[in-house]
């Protein structure tokens, strides 16, 4: 949770200038940046930078032959170790091959 949290979003565009995964954090960044490189930074649109990922044409979808397939295994992967917690995140591993000797065969 603290990895998709504002204060972390924040923290790496404070400390590393990354633009940030989350919408609602794109104005904050691009004040950080302007704010410490005030002269190069003056006549840029900092936030344009994020445009593609606010506008999702940016996204690059996973496409694999049998989307079915990948599609199912990866929600019910997701389900047991986000939603339902039965799972631990290492298990998304073996999945994952799954989804690749369907996408292969």
Same mark, same amino acid.
């Given at each position: 949770?603290?990895l @998709? *949290?504002?204060?972390? +979003?924040?923290?790496?565009?404070?400390?590393?200038?990354? !633009?940030?995964?989350?919408?609602?954090? $794109?104005?904050?960044?691009?004040? /950080?940046?302007?704010? !410490?490189?005030?002269?190069?930074? #003056?006549?840029?649109? $900092?936030? %344009?930078?994020?445009? +593609?990922? /606010?506008?999702?044409? *940016? $996204? @690059?979808?996973? $496409?694999?032959?049998?989307?079915?397939? %990948?599609?199912?295994? #990866?929600?019910? %992967?997701?389900?047991? @170790?986000?939603?339902? +917690?039965?799972?631990?995140v290492? *298990? /998304? +591993?073996?999945?994952?091959?799954? /989804?690749?000797?369907?996408?292969? *065969?």
């Open positions: 949770k603290f @998709i *949290s504002k204060r972390y +979003g924040l923290a790496m565009a404070e400390a590393n200038f990354l !633009q940030p995964a989350r919408t609602s954090l $794109v104005d904050d960044w691009a004040r /950080i940046v302007k704010e !410490q490189f005030p002269e190069k930074a #003056a006549d840029v649109d $900092v936030a %344009a930078f994020a445009d +593609g990922h /606010i506008q999702g044409y *940016s $996204v @690059i979808a996973e $496409v694999f032959p049998d989307m079915t397939t %990948a599609a199912a295994l #990866a929600s019910e %992967a997701w389900d047991r @170790i986000l939603t339902l +917690g039965l799972d631990p290492e *298990s /998304i +591993g073996p999945v994952c091959e799954q /989804i690749e000797l369907a996408a292969s *065969s």
